[in-house]
RNA sequence: GUGGGUGUAGCUUAGUGGUUAAAGCGCCUGGUUGUGGCCCAGGAGACCGUGGGUUCAAAUCCCAUCAUCCACCCCA
């Protein structure tokens, strides 16, 4: 057992896995391209206030799951548990109200939650993020779920199932809350201790409860749809419309009510068809008050966030071979000559393009040409003394029965100009 | 924070009270002078998660602890 283990909940990811990381990042850079979104990346610490007055200090985010600390200066900082908040700090910092509105900004990288890790959950989670800044139009709405149906398309995520639900502007809102409470009242008793503590500080959170009694109860419920106002409504409806014309399939559903407490009107979930529990790959909502929350002035934003690690696993369960490297030449030096030789002759290749492995000098021949093999090179590079004096290179074709053949540096590029 | 499962070599596992803990894969070396894959031989690699207890004797039984996985809560 090694003395020493990663932190709880905080995972290496082995040369192994890159392959369908990458892939995950690259797609991310397509799409965000495509759709015309720049990069920002913003520190993975922030001032501890931007979470808290954001995302609600009754939220579990803040409440529970935020690593908070002290530097030596006495500031109170947090590890970014999510990333929205950091953009619109950044926009409101830079005077990003002045550039061309809207503006699209997007982020890759990793944020923390100090929760008991399990199945396709962790304490340090990578995310990729879109934020759409300055425009309140429905139509920005759909834009950014459209990115991310995009996405999922592109990485062949082709059984994800979008949920999404209007829970309004802040003011038709309160009237559901109020509504919300005077139904569930009378059954106060009846709820579960969790609901009974969300009847006072969050009654929302009580509509996505999973505990069995408590949907029942829920289920006879007041609908946010019916609450929100005119506004709203016709927001709500409207990219609904732009989905049906972009043929993305959807479920409205009024259990969808986010974590975080500066959503308004659109929020939505993408999870897997078969999942379970934890399944959710990625959502996202309509946040009209952050900007100002964050001492901004007023500016509507729509966003979504998306978890690499799930959207890996979901990809795992479709394709689970690894990709090995393609390497295109191994070098074998033999004496000390070839050593110093081989070395010299692997930067030239590289400098004209190829992938070149370097043999290790001491090891014999037998093992250098399995080392070779082990690591898939198409070709093995033989560089003795007896090649050095002659000016030449053994090149030995390795997945072929093509016979070895003692060429010049020159010659050496042009064949592997031809053959790789 | 709550509940359950599991900890033996790099990986997958065998071993359920009795010598020096075993195998497959992987790794390293070799199978005459400088030629891979297949094959063969050899080698390295484990304080059996950690600490305590029971016993003449513990990888094996008991307790604790830690880690990990799974579920709940919540979320990506």
Same mark, same amino acid.
């Given at each position: 057992?090694?003395?020493?283990?990663?932190?709880?909940?905080?995972?290496?990811?082995?040369?192994?896995?890159?392959?369908?990381?990458?892939?995950?990042?690259?797609?991310?850079?397509?799409?965000?391209?495509?759709?015309?979104?720049?990069?920002?990346?913003?520190?993975?610490?922030?001032?501890?206030?931007?979470?808290?007055?954001?995302?609600?200090?009754?939220?579990?985010?803040?409440?529970?799951?935020?690593?908070?600390?002290?530097?030596?200066?006495?500031?109170?900082?947090?590890?970014?548990?999510?990333?929205?908040?950091?953009?619109?700090?950044?926009?409101?910092?830079?005077?990003?109200?002045?550039?061309?509105?809207?503006?699209?900004?997007?982020?890759?990288?990793?944020?923390?939650?100090?929760?008991?890790?399990?199945?396709?959950?962790?304490?340090?989670?990578?995310?990729?993020?879109?934020?759409?800044?300055?425009?309140?139009?429905?139509?920005?709405?759909?834009?950014?779920?459209?990115?991310?149906?995009?996405?999922?398309?592109?990485?062949?995520?082709?059984?994800?199932?979008?949920?999404?639900?209007?829970?309004?502007?802040?003011?038709?809102?309160?009237?559901?809350?109020?509504?919300?409470?005077?139904?569930?009242?009378?059954?106060?008793?009846?709820?579960?201790?969790?609901?009974?503590?969300?009847?006072?500080?969050?009654?929302?959170?009580?509509?996505?409860?999973?505990?069995?009694?408590?949907?029942?109860?829920?289920?006879?419920?007041?609908?946010?749809?019916?609450?929100?106002?005119?506004?709203?409504?016709?927001?709500?409806?409207?990219?609904?419309?732009?989905?049906?014309?972009?043929?993305?399939?959807?479920?409205?559903?009024?259990?969808?009510?986010?974590?975080?407490?500066?959503?308004?009107?659109?929020?939505?979930?993408?999870?897997?068809?078969?999942?379970?529990?934890?399944?959710?790959?990625?959502?996202?909502?309509?946040?009209?008050?952050?900007?100002?929350?964050?001492?901004?002035?007023?500016?509507?934003?729509?966003?979504?966030?998306?978890?690499?690690?799930?959207?890996?696993?979901?990809?795992?369960?479709?394709?689970?071979?690894?990709? !090995?490297?393609?390497?295109?030449? *191994?070098? &074998?030096?033999? /004496?000390? =000559? #070839?050593?110093?030789?081989?070395? +010299?002759?692997?930067? !030239?290749?590289?400098?004209?393009? *190829?992938? &070149?492995?370097? /043999?290790? =000098? #001491?090891?014999?021949?037998?093992? +250098?040409?399995?080392?070779?093999?082990?690591?898939?090179?198409?070709?093995?590079?033989?560089?003795?003394?007896?090649?050095?004096?002659?000016?030449?290179?053994?090149?030995?074709?390795?997945?072929?029965?093509?016979?070895?053949?003692?060429?010049?540096?020159?010659?050496?590029?042009?064949?592997?100009?031809?053959?790789?």
């Amino acid at each position: 057992m090694a003395q020493f283990q990663s932190p709880r909940g905080m995972n290496d990811i082995l040369p192994e896995q890159m392959a369908i990381w990458q892939q995950i990042e690259q797609t991310c850079q397509k799409i965000s391209r495509q759709f015309g979104y720049e990069w920002i990346v913003t520190p993975i610490v922030e001032d501890q206030r931007i979470f808290s007055r954001t995302a609600g200090t009754d939220s579990d985010i803040v409440s529970k799951e935020m690593y908070v600390f002290e530097d030596r200066g006495g500031d109170s900082l947090a590890l970014r548990p999510e990333g929205t908040a950091g953009v619109v700090r950044a926009f409101i910092e830079h005077g990003m109200s002045n550039r061309p509105q809207p503006l699209r900004l997007c982020y890759f990288g990793p944020f923390f939650r100090y929760d008991r890790p399990q199945a396709g959950r962790y304490r340090q989670l990578w995310q990729f993020g879109v934020e759409l800044i300055g425009e309140s139009s429905p139509i920005a709405d759909a834009e950014v779920i459209n990115l991310q149906n995009s996405l999922y398309k592109n990485l062949g995520l082709s059984n994800v199932e979008l949920r999404i639900n209007s829970i309004g502007s802040p003011e038709s809102r309160k009237k559901y809350l109020d509504s919300l409470k005077k139904f569930l009242k009378p059954q106060i008793n009846n709820l579960s201790n969790e609901s009974q503590r969300h009847f006072e500080t969050n009654p929302f959170r009580i509509l996505d409860s999973k505990i069995e009694n408590d949907q029942k109860i829920v289920s006879q419920a007041p609908k946010i749809l019916e609450y929100i106002d005119n506004e709203d409504r016709g927001h709500f409806k409207s990219v609904c419309n732009y989905l049906d014309a972009l043929n993305i399939n959807y479920k409205i559903d009024s259990g969808i009510v986010r974590g975080l407490d500066y959503y308004t009107r659109t929020v939505w979930e993408f999870q897997p068809a078969d999942g379970g529990s934890q399944s959710t790959i990625g959502a996202g909502g309509r946040y009209d008050n952050l900007v100002e929350i964050l001492g901004g002035t007023a500016t509507p934003a729509v966003g979504f966030g998306t978890g690499i690690e799930r959207i890996s696993l979901n990809m795992k369960k479709i394709d689970e071979h690894d990709q !090995i490297q393609n390497i295109d030449a *191994f070098t &074998i030096p033999l /004496g000390e =000559a #070839g050593a110093i030789r081989s070395v +010299q002759i692997g930067n !030239i290749l590289r400098n004209a393009g *190829f992938n &070149i492995v370097s /043999g290790i =000098a #001491g090891r014999s021949l037998r093992s +250098q040409l399995r080392s070779a093999n082990n690591q898939n090179a198409s070709y093995a590079l033989i560089i003795g003394d007896d090649e050095v004096n002659a000016n030449r290179i053994q090149v030995k074709a390795l997945k072929t029965e093509q016979e070895q053949q003692l060429l010049s540096e020159e010659e050496l590029i042009n064949f592997l100009n031809t053959s790789v």
